[in-house]
């Protein structure tokens, strides 16, 4: 599976941004996917997940009400739409796909990168 990452860049604090994954190498909607995100110095960390179907979606605490995942399976996309940004979302975003339910991602995209200035 490939995976990219694209529509990051730099916003004010209180934008919005959308980033979209394109998924590539399998059938797009046998996959569960994520967003994480990694600022330097921290560890990845998870930032939002939808289930093959896109009917379940989970959240991190601290995005939950600003950012919503969805998804297209007739596109073989993943989209995060970002609202009310705040410069502690600065990060390099990464989307991911797992093939089954579980902690662990079995593919990465090469991320985008999000700044948000205050």
């Known amino acids: 599976v490939q995976l990219q990452a694209f529509g990051g860049g730099l916003v004010q604090a209180g934008g919005s941004l959308r980033l979209s994954c394109a998924a590539s190498?399998?059938?797009?909607?046998?996959?569960?996917m994520g967003w994480f995100r990694q600022t330097p110095g921290k560890e990845r960390e998870f930032v939002a997940s939808?289930?093959?179907?896109?009917?379940?979606?989970y959240y991190a605490d601290s995005v939950k009400g600003r950012f919503t995942i969805s998804r297209d399976n007739a596109k073989n996309m993943v989209y995060l739409q970002m609202i009310r940004l705040k410069p502690e979302d600065t990060a390099i975003y990464y989307c991911?796909?797992?093939?089954?339910?579980?902690?662990?991602?079995?593919?990465w995209g090469q991320g985008t990168q999000v700044t948000v200035s205050s």
């Open positions: 190498g399998r059938t797009f909607s046998s996959l569960f």
């Open positions: 991911a796909a797992k093939v089954l339910v579980g902690p662990t991602y079995d593919y």
């Open positions: 939808i289930n093959r179907s896109g009917g379940s979606t």
